[in-house]
């Protein structure tokens, strides 16, 4: 079953953070119900994948300002039925940030997040299942705009709430620099 990898890691995240077990088992619900889950033809939501981007340094993520949602966000984007979520997360890097030094600080998911998009021309309102990867950026910070976004930047993770006040954002945020200190730790 190509959905099997993925269920095992929402399981394997909602082990790991107790705290989010009501948005692992929505993804994980949805997921084991709809076995297009990972087209975008699937009209009630599909499985997304995106990237919560640190620099070298751990001090700076990058973010892009989306050109249709018109806000800040994290970059990432449909699966357009690839089942490797972590693979779709990283392509996504590279389409929208054109960072080519980057890699998964680990192969397990990171976070993920279930939020609605509003309907648009003859796309209904549906759902995002968001399953996101801590990306670090190994190579020089230089990045490309590209036509999905207005705006690409490096911010300081102490500044995030200058850019978005989401939630979520600030939870990946906390996420990153708990990781990043307990490597410090070790």
């Not at 620099?55 to 892009?64: E, S």
């Not at 989306?66 to 984007?77: A, D, E, M, V």
């Not at 990171?110 to 998009?117: K, L, N, P, S």
Request: charged share 30%; hydrophobic share 35%.
């Amino acid at each position: 079953m190509h959905r099997q990898p993925l269920l095992e890691m929402i399981e394997r995240y909602a082990e790991a953070h107790p705290g989010e077990r009501d948005t692992a088992d929505r993804v994980h619900d949805f997921v084991s119900r709809y076995s297009d889950c990972f087209e975008r033809s699937l009209k009630v939501g599909h499985i997304t994948g995106s990237a919560w981007i640190i620099d070298r340094t751990g001090t700076k993520t990058l973010l892009t300002h989306h050109r249709k949602l018109g806000i800040w966000l994290q970059p990432g984007g449909h699966a357009d039925g690839n089942s490797n979520v972590l693979e779709v997360a990283m392509q996504e890097c590279l389409e929208e940030t054109g960072l080519t030094s980057i890699e998964p600080v680990s192969v397990e998911i990171f976070d993920m997040d279930v939020h609605g998009i509003p309907a648009r021309k003859d796309e209904p309102s549906h759902f995002h299942y968001d399953v996101r990867f801590l990306i670090q950026q190994k190579g020089d910070e230089d990045y490309v705009i590209s036509p999905e976004s207005h705006d690409l930047a490096w911010v300081s993770m102490e500044e995030l709430e200058s850019y978005t006040i989401e939630w979520s954002m600030r939870r990946m945020r906390n996420k990153a620099l708990s990781r990043l200190e307990d490597r410090k730790e070790s």
